[in-house]
């Protein structure tokens, strides 16, 4: 038996999957959040904020734009789903939250991109 | 801690008070959480409003100079995400790495306290 | 092989199973058997198999047969399950079985773990009835359609398996947490109209291990064998024990 199927196992489904989305996005944002605010920093000097700003013009930039769009997204949307959990009465309809959080911030993403180019 | 200790009112009012610093991140976290749900549901309709066109700084900078509202808007905003993220971050190390105790602690307040430096002078410099 | 003789004539042989069993402590390795596979065989019936017929030192724990007793429980194939009542034709991946003990428990020997830690984890949350201190008073009433009856109803039918344990992560990496069991036992008794400590059960999963270390991963309640919701229980404890927080009463 492989380490991957044994790791898997346990915990491939939705609960799990909405649990681990939400800890990897919140860790992106928290590693991605101080290199934010470094960059508005600089909007004290017009000159060197645009200077950043059309560097983000890259179609790669654009693409990594995107994925913290979404980052930021699905951690709003999983995030709305655990306070919902653990504050409002309990539901069965678990997975379909789970699976409206995914949905929606897949569609913000898209339509991110749309903007965007 | 024995079955036997939370027999007695006396064991249940003093000597556990102190010890739940967990649970007060835990609430801190959720609290900084509903305080951020619609700051960042307003963020992302105005990036995707903001991003049309592309960006620059004349555009951000005549939205938000001079406004109390969204320099109060981002000032609450940087406030609830220091917090938040400090405590997501330690909770990360905590469970993923060997690392814990009192220096970890240090690390995710000296982290909040550098999103709160930087976020506040990204503030000032856009309101 | 030695023949299967000794097995009931009304089987059917459908094969062989390759079987991958945990041997040793901590530090063992896995031992491969052949094991002939039969309808209607269950985990237990392949372990009980191996013992009788190929290594009288296989040791397991095992008592009902039948899901009651909680004892059969380990690792098949990666996931934690009750072995008695798990069909080998349901979790074999061709004609293959890897069993291992409980996950997140010390090995005492081949596939019976030490549950001791799980037990006093059950402590630990206080998960023990506290009578009304008085004997003269009436009866309690105890309406069975009330919300609280019902959500301790939900959670009495533990058998104390250790399968929901063995399934978090949480355990895993927070070896303090209370774990799933005995935080759903704590919530069946914070819902006892009869328990006369409701702040001392709150106070105890409040700790730092307690109740608030749980992500919501929902792997207990995916694999609670009774089909149990620890997960909803726990849900049900962090409200509880913010509510008293935020009233001054922890």
Same mark, same amino acid.
């Given at each position: 038996?492989?380490?991957?199927?044994?790791?898997?196992?346990?915990?491939?489904?939705?609960?799990?999957?909405?649990?681990?989305?939400?800890?990897?996005?919140?860790?992106?944002?928290?590693?991605?959040?101080?290199?934010?605010?470094?960059?508005?920093?600089?909007?004290?000097?017009?000159?060197?904020?645009?200077?950043?700003?059309?560097?983000?013009?890259?179609?790669?930039?654009?693409?990594?734009?995107?994925?913290?769009?979404?980052?930021?997204?699905?951690?709003?949307?999983?995030?709305?789903?655990?306070?919902?959990?653990?504050?409002?009465?309990?539901?069965?309809?678990?997975?379909?939250?789970?699976?409206?959080?995914?949905?929606?911030?897949?569609?913000?993403?898209?339509?991110?991109?749309?903007?965007?180019? | 801690?024995?079955?036997?200790?939370?027999?007695?009112?006396?064991?249940?009012?003093?000597?556990?008070?102190?010890?739940?610093?967990?649970?007060?991140?835990?609430?801190?976290?959720?609290?900084?959480?509903?305080?951020?749900?619609?700051? /960042?549901?307003?963020?992302? /309709?105005?990036?995707?409003?903001?991003?049309?066109?592309?960006?620059?700084?004349?555009?951000?900078?005549?939205?938000?100079?001079?406004?109390?509202?969204?320099?109060?808007?981002?000032?609450?905003?940087?406030?609830?995400?220091?917090?938040?993220?400090?405590?997501?971050?330690?909770?990360?190390?905590?469970?993923?790495?060997?690392?814990?105790?009192?220096?970890?602690?240090?690390?995710?307040?000296?982290?909040?306290?550098?999103?709160?430096?930087?976020?506040?002078?990204?503030?000032?410099? /856009?309101? | 092989? +030695?023949? @299967?003789?000794? +097995?009931?004539?009304?089987?059917?042989?459908?094969?062989?199973?390759?079987?991958?069993?945990?041997?040793?402590?901590?530090?063992?390795?896995?031992?491969?058997?052949?094991?002939?596979?039969?309808? @209607? +065989?269950?985990?237990?019936?392949?372990?009980?198999?191996? +013992?009788?017929?190929?290594?009288?030192?296989?040791?397991?724990?095992? &008592?009902?047969?039948?899901?009651?007793?909680?004892?059969?429980?380990?690792?098949?194939?990666?996931?934690?399950?009750?072995?008695?009542?798990?069909?080998?034709?349901?979790? *074999?991946?061709?004609?293959?079985?890897?069993?291992?003990?409980?996950?997140?428990?010390?090995?005492?020997?081949?596939? *019976?773990?030490?549950?001791?830690?799980?037990?006093?984890?059950?402590?630990?949350?206080?998960?023990?009835?506290?009578?009304?201190?008085? &004997?003269?008073?009436?009866?309690?009433?105890?309406?069975?359609?009330?919300?609280?009856?019902?959500?301790?109803?939900?959670?009495?039918?533990?058998?104390?398996? &250790?399968?929901?344990?063995?399934?978090?992560?949480?355990?895993?990496?927070?070896?303090?947490?209370?774990?799933?069991?005995?935080?759903?036992?704590?919530?069946?008794?914070?819902?006892?109209?009869?328990? *006369?400590?409701?702040?001392? #059960?709150?106070?105890?999963?409040?700790?730092?291990?307690?109740?608030?270390?749980?992500?919501?991963?929902? @792997?207990?309640?995916? #694999?609670?064998?009774?089909?149990?919701?620890?997960?909803?229980?726990?849900?049900?404890?962090?409200?509880?024990?913010?509510? &008293?927080?935020?009233?001054?009463?922890?």
């Amino acid at each position: 038996m492989s380490t991957l199927s044994r790791v898997a196992a346990s915990r491939n489904h939705p609960a799990y999957w909405a649990f681990l989305v939400h800890r990897l996005s919140g860790l992106g944002l928290a590693l991605f959040l101080p290199l934010h605010l470094l960059v508005l920093g600089l909007a004290v000097e017009r000159a060197s904020l645009d200077g950043f700003l059309s560097w983000t013009d890259r179609p790669l930039v654009k693409l990594a734009e995107t994925g913290l769009v979404v980052l930021l997204a699905v951690h709003l949307t999983g995030g709305l789903r655990v306070l919902a959990l653990e504050f409002l009465p309990w539901s069965d309809a678990q997975k379909t939250r789970i699976a409206i959080a995914f949905g929606v911030a897949l569609a913000v993403g898209l339509l991110f991109l749309l903007l965007a180019v | 801690m024995t079955a036997a200790s939370y027999d007695t009112g006396a064991a249940k009012a003093g000597g556990r008070r102190g010890r739940r610093l967990e649970l007060r991140l835990f609430a801190a976290q959720r609290i900084s959480a509903m305080i951020m749900a619609p700051l /960042v549901l307003i963020h992302l /309709v105005t990036i995707l409003v903001a991003v049309r066109g592309g960006l620059s700084a004349d555009e951000i900078l005549a939205r938000t100079e001079g406004s109390v509202l969204w320099g109060g808007f981002y000032g609450l905003f940087v406030v609830a995400a220091a917090v938040h993220a400090a405590i997501g971050l330690r909770g990360i190390v905590r469970e993923w790495t060997p690392w814990h105790g009192r220096g970890l602690d240090v690390a995710a307040l000296g982290f909040a306290a550098l999103v709160l430096i930087l976020g506040f002078r990204a503030v000032a410099a /856009v309101v | 092989m +030695q023949s @299967s003789a000794a +097995q009931p004539s009304a089987s059917t042989e459908l094969g062989e199973l390759t079987v991958s069993v945990w041997r040793g402590a901590a530090d063992g390795r896995l031992e491969s058997f052949r094991v002939p596979h039969r309808t @209607s +065989q269950t985990v237990l019936d392949v372990v009980t198999w191996i +013992q009788r017929h190929l290594d009288p030192t296989l040791t397991y724990r095992f &008592a009902c047969r039948v899901g009651m007793c909680g004892s059969c429980a380990m690792m098949v194939n990666g996931a934690p399950r009750w072995t008695c009542r798990t069909h080998v034709s349901r979790v *074999a991946k061709d004609g293959h079985l890897e069993l291992r003990p409980l996950r997140n428990l010390p090995v005492v020997k081949d596939l *019976a773990a030490d549950m001791t830690e799980f037990f006093d984890k059950w402590r630990d949350a206080y998960g023990r009835f506290s009578p009304t201190p008085t &004997a003269d008073g009436d009866f309690h009433r105890v309406d069975p359609e009330s919300a609280e009856r019902k959500a301790a109803s939900a959670g009495i039918e533990c058998i104390g398996c &250790a399968v929901c344990y063995a399934a978090c992560d949480v355990v895993s990496w927070n070896p303090d947490y209370l774990g799933p069991a005995a935080l759903n036992r704590a919530w069946t008794l914070i819902n006892d109209v009869r328990d *006369a400590d409701r702040s001392g #059960h709150l106070a105890a999963v409040a700790d730092d291990a307690g109740c608030h270390a749980c992500h919501s991963q929902g @792997s207990c309640t995916k #694999h609670c064998p009774n089909g149990l919701n620890p997960s909803m229980a726990i849900t049900g404890l962090k409200k509880s024990v913010l509510g &008293a927080l935020l009233r001054g009463d922890l």
